[in-house]
Structures are given as structure tokens and as C-alpha cells.
């Protein structure tokens, strides 16, 4: 192993423009560093100013590029957080911020050797990596506009809207032969209009009508896909429709909007479904006032009595570790809209609610509190723990942890069970809504998988067989899932993302959702799938690092085909060849650079982000001697949340060591071992690694480049024994932004105890 730095080219002309404002130069010597620049590194162009971000100091800067035919400058002054619109010179300029504000002086001793030495170390290491890179330009290719939408669901429908009326082609394909989705399986809706308080009509055939008729939305009914492959900008669909004519087209971006299903109520026999013939599921009573709602008592379930009594139980397989660990978010705005049904119907019958919680978000609180006002329906927090048949037919039903804490016993003669609902990405081929009233046999097509529905089996299982997309991508023919079969996403920083870019997923296939917010979800969708479009036409990558310009490039001359970067690649980026050769969709790639970071061979790079440019920003840092008592850490701080929570440590004025050198990294998981390897043989005493907590909450902007990271933590021990060092020299530890505050004490602790350790042996050599 070895750092491979080159000499800087001669084309690099290097400008340092340094601020003595905001306390720096109260803090440390500007002209020192000044000497660093010019005499140290020659850099052609060094000045300071007081003001460095006034109009003065920047127009300077700009005719100094101009007349020194500038093309790297350096700003050492405040974090890039602040003033980017400021110091932004012409698009063939790279400008580096470094960080002598919030890094250096509002977080170390002023005046102190240490700082000053700081200081400098941070201009070398700038200096170094605007010599060792270059301006990313952007691939740019053809691309196709058009939006698929998969899925003709309320959400499926109004992305499709919302796509077509900013603009653009919708293709909008629909497995059955109408469009509607679940809208055709209800009677009304929970309101979702001022004042919330009645139940609305669906409004599905307008819905559908506006759709169909739109100049810029086809619809294709009847239609499966067969295929995905390509891209974002290109993404090559193949479709069967009617169940033989196959259609290819292309498309810019994909929105899966696929719907959820009743999580199947076969599973409920301790609720008395299948075994007690009164007992139906709310998805049956639904049914029920559809087909007979205009004014006809639903008699289909009702036939012949008198209905004296109902009583619903919520989360009736939701909440609950044996079936759905999760909210179904719906039922309980769902049941309190079909309390009013039958109260409507049957204004003499007594309405029992049951619930854990109600939970109705937002304006839904309205509607409930109007439910809970009525006469005749009775809202009781408790827990059904047992149903029986009694002799009269009705269904006696036992009730425990009531508020009061008694012990009740309700006889109803129905009983309806609240289901909740799993995503159609799941693959248990649950069919409740075929079940007629009253049947006893559990869902025709019940499957062993949805009988021990776990969030994790839930999660392979849709991974690996919903195949709804198709995708033609190594990792899979759909959406990767995170847990209960629902798609992957950031759940705080990007819940619209999913691990393969370009293809959003919207509704009730995202998470557990009733109608009206699958109709916002839906917009959401469609802005992100419009987003990836313009990126893609401007070869840039869309979020977390939204705009950026730089790919991975693959030297493959010299690969070995050993396919760790095609899988470690978090975003399916790269397909690969019969022999294993990487073969990139850079529209695909989010640029994490975990690939730059797997790679043995170090042979995949970014334009301004490559195993050189790192390590000549290594190599430039100075080793003092081992009997100076300044030991040297390195600590590679992924820029998301770790080197963001160290700047707001710095704007809060913690203090923390000064012995640090810290280099922000693309993700932890784009940290080469060879960089640390190297940095050890040179002579630093300690390496830091930070970056996201992963597992299964994770947090890891790239979905598991800090887990990579800390797998690939096995090698670096190994490396570490061979060159008999101390195990503790290289620690990894995650956090998440707002824990800013533990950082100091992370570094200053680290520091004590690499003193303790004692110096690097290498020091020197
Ligand atoms: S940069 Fe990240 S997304 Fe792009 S190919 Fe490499 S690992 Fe995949
Ligand atoms: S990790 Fe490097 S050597 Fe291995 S297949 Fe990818 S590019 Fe080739």
C-alpha cells in the first residue's frame, strides 16, 4: 500500500485570501499563515483583509483571478456554510472554504501555539486539495421527460395531475381494467374539507374522468410491467397489457403509487374473525353501504334483523407485535366515519367504539370530537380480550383496561374489526376484500408469509418478490424496503427518497396512509420525480448533494472485477459485466463515493474527491516529534451530520483540542482504508472516524455507508496488528446532528487517551 499523490500540475494556480474579521485575527497570526502560503507552498496570490466577505475584499478577489489567471482560490475565513453566494467567482474557479471561524478560532485558546499550528495545518491541507483536483463537469445525455406513474389510485391519479398540469407526459398504467384504486371500494371518505365534520363522496368518477381526459396524461388499464432498466433521464419500460400486447417507452422518472391492502383478517381468530360468523371486517361493512348506500340499509350483511347493536374494535392487527407492529394511520378516522353510516341507517342502534387510542391527525380531530358528540355512539378506551357467541346470536365481548379500570362485557350483535393495511409491495397475496360477510374462510389466496407477517420477513419478502417494477437492477426487482415491507427512505432527512434514484414511491405503498394524505404524498412524489428529471438533463445528482456535478470515474485498466463496489452501492449505480466489471448508470448515482471507499484498488475517483486529493491532504499535515507532547489525530468526520455538528460546536464556542486535524469526508463509508493505513505508517498517533448511526433506525444519508465503514473497521485491526499497533488508535463512533454537544468531548477524550497510549512509533520514520 501507498498514498499516490502527484505533483501539482502547473495549470493550478493557486489564490489564498485570508479574513481576519469574526475574531480570527485575534485568535491567530494571519501573516504566519500568510508565510505558509507564499514562502511555504508558493502559492502565487496570498492577502488578507479584515472584511474578506465585503464588496471591496470580493471584487479584489475577482480581478485578482482575473489578472493572475486564478483558477483555485481559497478562502480561509468562515465556515461554507455562510456566504457561498459570496464567494462565488466564475464556473471555472474551484473555491475551497477553509474553516478558520467556527473550526479554529471560536472553538481553541487565542494566541496559543497550538491553534496557530492549527490553523496552518488547515491552509496546507486546502492548499493541497485545490492542487490535487478539478473542476467535476457534468455528463451530459439525451434524456426522455415523460413520467410514469405505476399505480391508478388516488395517489397514482393526482401525481399523474400534478405532473401533467406543471407540464409534462404522464404515461399512467393501472393493473385493472379501471382507474380508481381503492376509491372504488369505499362509500364515502373521512372529511377533508372545512369543517370536518362530515363524511365526503369520493368524487371518484369526476377523479377519473379529469384524469382520462387530461392532453398530457395516457392511460394504460390492464397493464403490468414487464421491465425497467436504464436510468434516470432513460429508463426503458417494457409493458404487457391485457395480459399479451407488449409496449416498450421510455421515461425521465418513475412514481410508484401501487396502494397498500387490508392486512388480512384470517390472521384474527382471537378476535373471532373465521370462527364467529358475526364478526366482519371494515372493509365488509365498507362494501356493504357502497353496494346498497343509497338508501338501502345495507342488507346484504344486516338481512332480516333489526340491527340493535355494533361494535367496532380498533386496531385490530395493528399496534400489536403478533400481526402489524405499526399505526395504519387510517382506521380509527374510518371507523368513526362508518359509526355515522350505521347511525344513519339505524338511528336507533347503540354504536360501540373500542379503542387503545383514537388517533385522527390534524384536522381529523374535528371529526372526531363531532363522532364523539353523538348520541347513541359510545367511545371506550379499553382492550377486547376475549368474543363469544351467545345463545340470542349476538357477540358478547369482554373488554379489560377500560379507563376506569373495570372489567366490561358489551353484547353486540356485530362486531367490526378496524384492519389495517400492509403495502402491496408485500407478497403475502392477502385477498380480505374478497371475503364475502360473514364468511368464516380465511383469505383465499392466505399464504404461510402472511400468516407470520414480522416487520423483517415482511421487509425480504418485498424485496424479493413483490415484483411489481421489475427492475432489471443486480439488487433486486423492486424498491428495496426498509421494515414491514414499506419502501426504503430517510425517514428524517428525505422521506420521498428511495434507494433507487428516480423512482419515487407515493401513498399507501410508502407508509400507512388514508386518501387524503396519499393526495399530498402524491404531489410530493411528482415535484421529486419533475426534480430528477431537470438533474438528470444537467448531469447532476439529486439529493443529499443536490446540484453536484462530480461521478465516479472507474480506472478499469487496472480492476480486478472483484465486485465489492457493485455491492456496496447503496443506489443499484452500478451493473456489471459476464466478468464482474463495474458498468456505471451514473444517473443512478447519488455520489457518496462509498464505491471510492470499497475499492481495493483504489481506482474509482471523483473530480474533486479521490483517494489522492485525501491523501496529499494528509501528507501535508505537519507530524510534530515524538518528545513535543503534540500528539496528532486524524479525524474523518462525514460532512451530513458529524463535520456540520462540529461547525455548530464551534458557533456555540466549544472548546475542544487542538491536536486534531479534521478531513469531511462524502460518508464514512467513502473512507479507503488506505488512508488510514498510510496515515499510521506516517506517523499520526490516532485516527477518529465519525459519521450517522446506522442499524435499523439509521440515519446514514447513504443508507449504510458508517455500517460499511465500521465493517470495514475488521481490516483496518488488521492492518493495525501488522504494523504492532494498538488497536485503540482507530475508534469509529456515530451521532446524529443534534448531538453536536458530544462531539468536543469525543475528540478531547480521544486525545487523552492516545496520550496514554503514547506516540505513534512511526513518528518520524
Ligand atoms: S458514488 Fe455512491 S451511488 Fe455512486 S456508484 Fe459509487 S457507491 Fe454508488
Ligand atoms: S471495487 Fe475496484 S477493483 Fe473491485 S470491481 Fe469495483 S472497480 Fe473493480
Redesign the pocket.
Known amino acids: 500500500m501507498g498514498i499516490e499523490t502527484k505533483a501539482c500540475p502547473p495549470d493550478r494556480r493557486v489564490g489564498v485570501y485570508l479574513c481576519s474579521g469574526c475574531g480570527i485575527g485575534e485568535c491567530i497570526n494571519c501573516d504566519q499563515l500568510l508565510q505558509v502560503a507564499s514562502k511555504e507552498n508558493k502559492v502565487p496570490v496570498s492577502k488578507a483583509s479584515s472584511w474578506l466577505c465585503s464588496e471591496e475584499s470580493v471584487e479584489l478577489i475577482r480581478k485578482d483571478i482575473e489578472s493572475e489567471k486564478l483558477n483555485r482560490v481559497i478562502i480561509g475565513a468562515c465556515s461554507s456554510r455562510f456566504l457561498s453566494d459570496v464567494f462565488k467567482f466564475d464556473t471555472d474557479v474551484f473555491v475551497e472554504r477553509v474553516n478558520l471561524r467556527e473550526n479554529v478560532a471560536w472553538s481553541h485558546k487565542p494566541g496559543d501555539e497550538d491553534t496557530q499550528m492549527l490553523a496552518e495545518d488547515y491552509l496546507r491541507m486546502g492548499i493541497a486539495k485545490v492542487r490535487n483536483c478539478e473542476l467535476p463537469e457534468p455528463f451530459k445525455k439525451e434524456i426522455n421527460e415523460t413520467v410514469l406513474v405505476v399505480g391508478g389510485g388516488a395517489a397514482g391519479m393526482t401525481s399523474a395531475l400534478a405532473a401533467a398540469d406543471a407540464g409534462y407526459e404522464v404515461v399512467l398504467t393501472e393493473k385493472e381494467d379501471k382507474l380508481g384504486g381503492w376509491l372504488n371500494q369505499l362509500y364515502k371518505i373521512a372529511p377533508s374539507h372545512s369543517p370536518y365534520l362530515e363524511p365526503e363522496d369520493t368524487g371518484v368518477e369526476e377523479f377519473i374522468s379529469k384524469v382520462e381526459s387530461h392532453g398530457k396524461i395516457r392511460v394504460i388499464k390492464s397493464c403490468l410491467i414487464e421491465k425497467i432498466s436504464g436510468e434516470p433521464g432513460s429508463f426503458n419500460v417494457e409493458l404487457k397489457i391485457n395480459n399479451s400486447a407488449t409496449e416498450n417507452l421510455m421515461a425521465g422518472a418513475i412514481i410508484q403509487a401501487t396502494g397498500a391492502k387490508p392486512y388480512d383478517p384470517g390472521n384474527l381468530t382471537e378476535l373471532g374473525f373465521g370462527i364467529i360468523d358475526n364478526v366482519i371486517t371494515g372493509s365488509q361493512l365498507e362494501k356493504q353501504f357502497l353496494q346498497n348506500g343509497n338508501g338501502n340499509n345495507g342488507k346484504a350483511i344486516f338481512e332480516g334483523k333489526k340491527l340493535k347493536s355494533i361494535l367496532f374494535v380498533q386496531c385490530a392487527g395493528s399496534r400489536d407485535e403478533k400481526h402489524l407492529p405499526y399505526c395504519s394511520t387510517e382506521c380509527c378516522s374510518t371507523t368513526l366515519k362508518q359509526a355515522l353510516y350505521v347511525k344513519e341507517k339505524y338511528p336507533d342502534a347503540l354504536i360501540y367504539i373500542i379503542y387503545r387510542d383514537i388517533r385522527t391527525p390534524a384536522q381529523l380531530e374535528l371529526f372526531y370530537k363531532r363522532v364523539q358528540s353523538e348520541e347513541n355512539i359510545f367511545l371506550t378506551k379499553g382492550e377486547v380480550v376475549n368474543l363469544s357467541k351467545s345463545k340470542d346470536g349476538s357477540v358478547l365481548v369482554d373488554i379489560d383496561n377500560t379507563l376506569l379500570g373495570e372489567k366490561i362485557q358489551i353484547a353486540s350483535d356485530y362486531v367490526v374489526l378496524a384492519t389495517g393495511m400492509v403495502p402491496s409491495t408485500f407478497v403475502g397475496n392477502i385477498e380480505s376484500e374478497t371475503l364475502e360477510a360473514g364468511s368464516t374462510a380465511p383469505g383465499a389466496g392466505q399464504t404461510e408469509a402472511a400468516k407470520t407477517l414480522d416487520g423483517k420477513k415482511a421487509a425480504a419478502s418485498a424485496e424479493a418478490g413483490a415484483k411489481i417494477l421489475n427492475l432489471t437492477y443486480r439488487q433486486g426487482t423492486d424498491l428495496p424496503t426498509l421494515k414491514y415491507g414499506f419502501p426504503d427512505s430517510h425517514y428524517i432527512c428525505f422521506p420521498y427518497e428511495t434507494r433507487r434514484t428516480g423512482i419515487y414511491a407515493a401513498g399507501s405503498v410508502r407508509a400507512p396512509m388514508d386518501i387524503s394524505m396519499s393526495k399530498a404524498d402524491a404531489y410530493g412524489a411528482a415535484l421529486k420525480a419533475i426534480q430528477v428529471i431537470h438533474a438528470a438533463k444537467e448531469g447532476k445528482a439529486v439529493h443529499p448533494r443536490s446540484g453536484d456535478q462530480s461521478y465516479p470515474e472507474?480506472f478499469l485498466q487496472r480492476?480486478?472485477?472483484?465486485?465489492?463496489?457493485?455491492e456496496e452501492c447503496p443506489f443499484g449505480t452500478l451493473d456489471e459485466d459476464a466478468k464482474?466489471t463495474?458498468l456505471p448508470n451514473l444517473a443512478r448515482c447519488r455520489r457518496c463515493g462509498i464505491c471510492l471507499g470499497?475499492?481495493?484498488?483504489r481506482?474509482?475517483s471523483f473530480k474533486d474527491y479521490s483517494i489522492g486529493m485525501v491523501s496529499s491532504m494528509i501528507k501535508s499535515i505537519e507530524i510534530p516529534d515524538e518528545d513535543e507532547d503534540k500528539p496528532r489525530i486524524l479525524a474523518f468526520l462525514c460532512e451530513n451530520d458529524a463535520y456540520p455538528s462540529l461547525e455548530i460546536a464551534g458557533r456555540n464556542r466549544m472548546q475542544f483540542d487542538a491536536n486534531v486535524r479534521v478531513i469531511p469526508v462524502r460518508c464514512l463509508g467513502s473512507v479507503n482504508t488506505v488512508w488510514i493505513a498510510d496515515a499510521l505508517s506516517r506517523g499520526f498517533d490516532g485516527i477518529l472516524m465519525v459519521g450517522c448511526k446506522f442499524g435499523d433506525d439509521y440515519q446514514c444519508h447513504y443508507i449504510r455507508g458508517s455500517e460499511l465503514a465500521s465493517k470495514r473497521m475488521e481490516n483496518v485491526q488488521e492492518k493495525l496488528k501488522q504494523l504492532v499497533l494498538e488497536p485503540e488508535r482507530v475508534k469509529l463512533f456515530t451521532l446524529s446532528i443534534d448531538e453536536y454537544t458530544k462531539l468536543p468531548g469525543i475528540f478531547n477524550e480521544f486525545v487523552e487517551q492516545i496520550r496514554e497510549i503514547g506516540a505513534n512509533p512511526y513518528k518520524g520514520m
Open positions: 472507474f480492476c480486478t472485477q472483484c465486485k465489492r463496489c457493485t464482474g463495474p470499497a475499492c481495493p484498488e481506482i474509482i
